[in-house]
């Protein structure tokens, strides 16, 4: 069964600076990995998706994420970051038809 | 455009008291889903519908119940609450089952449980 991990509890980033957000999952059949985000007080909001094909995925807000499978990682990124980006982001994988796996999840700060 | 509407927002028990969740999408859905999320552990399954009709246990079931009522509504019972079960509880939903398939969610029911 696939599983996700997410290394890093909480990041802070200064406004205006890169963020990467670290994932890696557990080797399986073809992973298909998802990143949300949840705003405080919010329910999840899907970012972007990877499936299969190009390993450099492009999603909402202007966040990318890339496949390695070597690395089984799915990392997520963001070349500049908004104060609104201030979240919690989890990455999440199928581990059969149904069961959607998250990781632990990742807070991040933003800091003016 | 709802989506995912779960009632109520936030609810406060005592040990043993019972409540049920309710959860309803307009998005002509097949599958849904209940989770909870605890701190640490994001999101955990506890029960999901593949289809009306039909429900099934997912990662943490016990202490719970669910119906799918009819297509829209999916809810999900406690029968008699305990302080573990002190939670934040998302339903979502997904045009059918299946790997490919995203799931909407709701924007939860925060339960304490005394």
């Known amino acids: 069964a696939q599983s996700v991990t997410q290394p890093d509890i909480h990041i802070t980033v200064s406004e205006g600076a890169s963020l990467e957000l670290r994932c890696n999952y557990s080797?399986?059949?073809?992973?298909?990995l998802f990143w949300y985000v949840q705003s405080p007080g919010q329910g999840l909001q899907l970012l972007l998706k990877?499936?299969?094909?190009?390993?450099l995925v492009q999603g909402i807000k202007g966040f990318e994420a890339e496949f390695k499978r070597s690395q089984s990682s799915f990392n997520l990124r963001k070349p500049s970051v908004h104060w609104s980006d201030a979240a919690e982001y989890f990455c999440?994988?199928?581990?059969?038809?149904?069961?959607?796996?998250f990781g632990a999840g990742t807070t991040v700060t933003v800091r003016a | 455009n709802a989506g995912v509407t779960q009632t109520p927002k936030f609810q406060v028990l005592k040990t043993g008291q019972s409540m049920t969740l309710q959860c309803a999408q307009d998005?002509?859905?097949?599958?849904m889903y209940w989770y909870r999320q605890d701190p640490g552990m994001g999101l955990r399954l506890i029960y999901y519908?593949?289809?009306?009709?039909?429900?099934d246990k997912g990662e943490v079931p016990n202490g719970y119940n669910v119906s799918r009522l009819n297509k829209r509504e999916f809810s999900l019972r406690l029968e008699s609450a305990a302080p573990s079960q002190t939670s934040v509880y998302f339903c979502?939903?997904?045009?059918?089952?299946?790997?490919?398939?995203?799931?909407?969610f709701g924007a939860g029911t925060r339960l304490s449980v005394l």
């Open positions: 998005m002509n859905h097949n599958s």
């Open positions: 979502a939903s997904s045009p059918v089952g299946g790997a490919k398939n995203i799931q909407y």
């Open positions: 080797y399986g059949a073809t992973p298909y």
């Open positions: 519908s593949a289809s009306e009709g039909t429900t």
């Open positions: 990877y499936f299969s094909g190009d390993t």
């Open positions: 999440a994988s199928f581990s059969n038809d149904y069961k959607l796996s």
